[in-house]
């Protein structure tokens, strides 16, 4: 009996210095004024077995209690609608690890949100002399070693402050600390490197809702891509796979038109990559997360970027505002100068479209394409985006005729793959 008086004195210690979160003891508080009062008391060490089961939820089970986790303040214009809901749930980890640069600058680690494809971080620095942001190349950590991704950042009105979002690649989920390299130039070109560390809870990392292998190969024009495996988690969804093809490389989106459709609705593409190595290249293309009530799942490749011969010759003694039809494919001819260096031709045509062995002609002499150079894009009033550059050849002649051989574009491939999701 002593034993037990014991422990129910250290309990009700423990109880006493305890704070709840505000909105947890507002709900308790009234749920406590719902319950009809009762004359027989329950007994004293029945209350504290009660405290000690309440104890061990709000320790262990955060699951459960996430909603009362804190929010990752003043990011709301860097998130995305799906980041900024999970948020809004309590599913980050806030940090507040700061470190004050050597030119002034204080660099602070808010918050992070995990998940198995991805590790988010959320930065400010104050106090700025000058707006430069800071590079971020890794997170290091027990077995984690994750490059950075893409990100984004903001600046204030006065230019003192500047917030960021940054992803990297996943982190291990036996790391209990994980440490941020910077680097940041100063005004002085001297480069300030140094990192930061900071504990984090692997626990707190959200779950993966979909883990699928696809497996499928599809033909394109100038080779093959095959989807390998899909990894849905709350922050973002994942495509990873192979390719053999050999002109991807050779216009800026070869993945624009590959599409991902969630009960019939188009998933937002949020971006992709691609590497090489030894044993072939390799892309990830990243999508944002899949709605709860998911019922199908459709990966459709619309199409893929391929190659076409042209083998035609362009009149430049006429400029026309109207474009010229190239196999299926619009160009405009903007202007022709000579200058002392050789000849510029202005053109323009779609974003995907890239002309090969393109030469003039002119006074019995050719000469080859050297270079391209101001390259922009423009808005037409109906819409449509062009690809605006200057072709920049050595000639010392005027020329008559500008031939094209080949182009690389997008092509159709329409070709759907059914992805289970159960």
């Not at 849905?232 to 796979?241: D, E, N, R, V, Y």
């Not at 590959?258 to 188009?266: D, M, Q, S, T």
Request: aromatic share 8%.
């Amino acid at each position: 009996m002593k034993d037990i008086e014991k422990r129910l004195a250290e309990e009700q210690e423990r109880l006493r210095n305890i704070t709840a979160p505000v909105e947890l003891e507002g709900r308790l508080s009234q749920a406590l004024d719902t319950v009809p009062s009762k004359k027989k008391r329950k007994p004293i060490w029945l209350m504290a077995v009660i405290a000690l089961l309440f104890l061990s939820v709000v320790g262990f089970n955060y699951n459960g209690f996430a909603y009362y986790g804190k929010k990752i303040m003043g990011y709301d214009e860097l998130m995305s609608s799906t980041l900024a809901n999970l948020n809004e749930e309590g599913l980050g980890q806030t940090i507040g690890e700061s470190v004050v640069l050597e030119d002034g600058t204080e660099f602070t680690v808010e918050g992070i949100m995990t998940d198995a494809n991805q590790l988010i971080l959320y930065y400010t620095l104050s106090n700025l002399d000058e707006i430069e942001d800071i590079q971020l190349p890794r997170i290091t950590g027990f077995l984690t070693n994750s490059d950075r991704g893409s990100g984004t950042s903001i600046i204030n009105e006065d230019a003192s402050e500047i917030k960021g979002e940054m992803s990297f690649a996943p982190v291990s989920p036996f790391a209990k600390k994980l440490t941020l390299e910077y680097e940041k130039r100063a005004l002085n070109g001297k480069w300030m490197t140094g990192s930061i560390s900071f504990p984090y809870d692997p626990n707190k990392a959200m779950q993966t809702e979909i883990r699928q292998k696809i497996k499928e190969t599809v033909k394109v024009d100038k080779g093959t891509i095959t989807f390998k495996s899909l990894t849905a988690t709350p922050t973002i969804t994942m495509i990873k796979g192979t390719m053999d093809v050999e002109n991807f490389d050779r216009i800026h989106l070869p993945f624009e038109k590959v599409e991902l459709h969630a009960n019939g609705k188009r998933i937002d593409l949020l971006g992709s990559g691609s590497s090489s190595s030894l044993r072939g290249s390799g892309f990830e293309l990243r999508f944002d997360a899949l709605p709860k009530d998911l019922e199908t799942l459709k990966l459709v490749v619309k199409e893929f970027v391929g190659y076409t011969i042209v083998d035609e010759k362009i009149q430049l003694s006429q400029i026309n505002e109207q474009p010229i039809l190239l196999k299926g494919e619009d160009i405009w001819v903007r202007d022709v100068l000579k200058t002392e260096d050789g000849v510029e031709i202005t053109i323009a045509s779609d974003d995907d479209v890239l002309f090969d062995g393109v030469t003039i002609e002119g006074q019995g002499s050719s000469s080859p394409l050297e270079t391209t150079v101001r390259q922009d894009f423009e808005k037409l009033h109906n819409g449509r985006i062009l690809k605006v550059r200057t072709l920049v050849f050595s000639s010392d002649t005027t020329p008559e005729y500008m031939t094209i051989k080949g182009m690389h574009h997008m092509k159709p491939v329409d070709y759907e793959i059914e992805i289970p999701v159960k």
